[in-house]
């Protein structure tokens, strides 16, 4: 269990997981990637050049709360039943499959600076990838018309905020992305017990005095509504206790480019089903190919 004070500051402001392996790792070549989101946050990451000769298309990875660039490394946080998220086989999988693929840290983890407000799920954060994404069209070898995105957990609210913002971005693979509110109320009676959930209405208030957007009020159904020809595949956990099938289905059926039934993943938890992109490496390599 979770204490109280250390949970509401891992919600406002994170951790930062510290990278303990490169991409070489896979055998893959990079660059370092240095570049500001919409407001200015500095940003780190890396670039995996694709090798083709001339322009290619690309796809950016957006990773979940408390991760960094590689994904996560679990029992890092005491108390917190997490597994381990390796984005390393995908990227190879993309990269084999004729893709640049960028890997970044959002805001407040990894290398990436802190933000003046805290972390928002999504919707600011959504300015972190716009800045992505003007970094990989600013590159001379990255076709800036096919480019996708990969967002899991919150990275999955990020690219759909963001989206609207950047068109065109021709895919996005979209793995457990949820309504803050349910996950918040599921994930603190998981680690609270009963009185979790009413803890989460004083954030509320927190995040109304630090004028940020209030958990209450995040739903990425509302952009999902407006991400245009974007097609977009949706995946999501079957045992994960903290978000919803139902939620993530109703994010599908209102996004214009719906490609097709969310992939229901069997997992035991949630952390589990974020195993879909290591596990499927290459169904997430044939997706891009085939929509970007």
């Given at each position: 269990m979770l204490n109280p004070f250390v949970m509401t500051k891992l919600m406002l402001n994170a951790r930062r997981a510290p990278l303990t392996r490169t991409p070489a790792e896979?055998?893959?070549e990079y660059e370092n990637a240095a570049f500001v989101a919409a407001d200015g946050v500095g940003l780190k990451g890396w670039f995996i050049p694709s090798g083709a000769e001339g322009r290619s298309p690309a796809v950016v990875f957006?990773?979940?709360?408390?991760w960094n660039r590689l994904g996560n490394v679990a029992h890092q946080v005491k108390g917190l039943a997490d597994a381990d998220v390796d984005f390393l086989p995908a990227a190879k999988a993309l990269h084999d499959a004729g893709f640049g693929v960028l890997l970044f840290d959002v805001r407040w983890h990894?290398?990436?600076e802190r933000g003046s407000?805290?972390?928002t799920y999504g919707p600011l954060e959504a300015r972190d990838y716009i800045g992505a994404v003007r970094y990989?069209?600013?590159?001379?070898?990255v076709d800036g018309e096919r480019i996708g995105a990969i967002g899991t957990s919150m990275g999955g609210n990020i690219v759909i905020y963001g989206t609207p913002e950047v068109q065109p971005i021709k895919a996005l693979m979209a793995i457990q992305p949820t309504?803050?509110?349910?996950?918040?109320?599921?994930?603190?009676?998981?680690?609270m017990g009963p009185l979790g959930p009413p803890m989460t209405k004083p954030m509320e208030l927190v995040y109304a005095a630090l004028r940020a957007p209030r958990p209450g009020k995040h739903d990425p159904a509302v952009p999902a509504r407006t991400l245009g020809d974007t097609v977009v595949q949706y995946v999501q956990g079957t045992g994960d206790p903290w978000g919803e099938m139902g939620i993530v289905e109703e994010f599908a059926s209102v996004t214009p480019?719906?490609?097709g039934p969310v992939i229901k993943f069997p997992s035991p938890g949630r952390y589990e089903g974020y195993g879909y992109i290591?596990?499927?490496?290459?169904?997430?390599?044939?997706?891009?190919k085939q929509h970007v």
């Open positions: 896979a055998g893959l957006v990773h979940g709360w408390m990894g290398e990436s407000k805290p972390l990989l069209r600013s590159r001379p070898d309504r803050l509110a349910v996950f918040n109320s599921n994930f603190m009676r998981t680690e480019g719906n490609a290591s596990a499927h490496a290459d169904d997430v390599a044939a997706f891009f």
